[in-house]
Nanobody, 122 residues
Framework: RFSWQASGGGLVQAGGSLRLSCALS????????MNWFRHTPGKEREFVAG????????TYADSVKGRFTISRDGARMTVYLQMNSLKPEDTAVYYC???????????????WGQGTLVTVSS
């Protein structure tokens, strides 16, 4: 099975920006949505953003709405997460995942990628 590979994490100051990317070698007909999740110790894996591959319909968690933007490049089979106005509470390991339906939690995720660490300093 294909695995998403996230990249672009790093250390950034509060208020700064960072762009994450995630790519697959291929997709199945069931991988209709691409999503970003994040996880910090002691917390459940949190939905961040999702995009429907064909239509480009986007959804966001309330905590990142207005600051993060999800997008995709069909030719490169890549999904991006542009993160602006970063806050220390955004610090987490970010994961890319696919789903067959729109999701708001890890339930329904089909495939998880390797995470990339984002650290936001004060």
């Amino acid at each position: 099975r294909f695995s998403w590979q996230a990249s672009g994490g790093g250390l950034v100051q509060a208020g700064g920006s960072l762009r994450l990317s995630c790519a697959l070698s291929g997709l199945t007909t069931s991988d209709n949505f691409m999503n970003w999740f994040r996880h910090t110790p002691g917390k459940e894996r949190e939905f961040v953003a999702g995009i429907k591959w064909r239509e480009g319909t986007k959804t966001y968690a309330d905590s990142v709405k207005g600051r993060f933007t999800i997008s995709r490049d069909g030719a490169r089979m890549t999904v991006y997460l542009q993160m602006n106005s970063l806050k220390p509470e955004d610090t987490a390991v970010y994961y890319c995942a696919t789903s067959s339906r729109a999701v708001s939690s890890a339930v329904g995720v089909r495939s998880w990628g390797q995470g990339t660490l984002v650290t936001v300093s004060s």
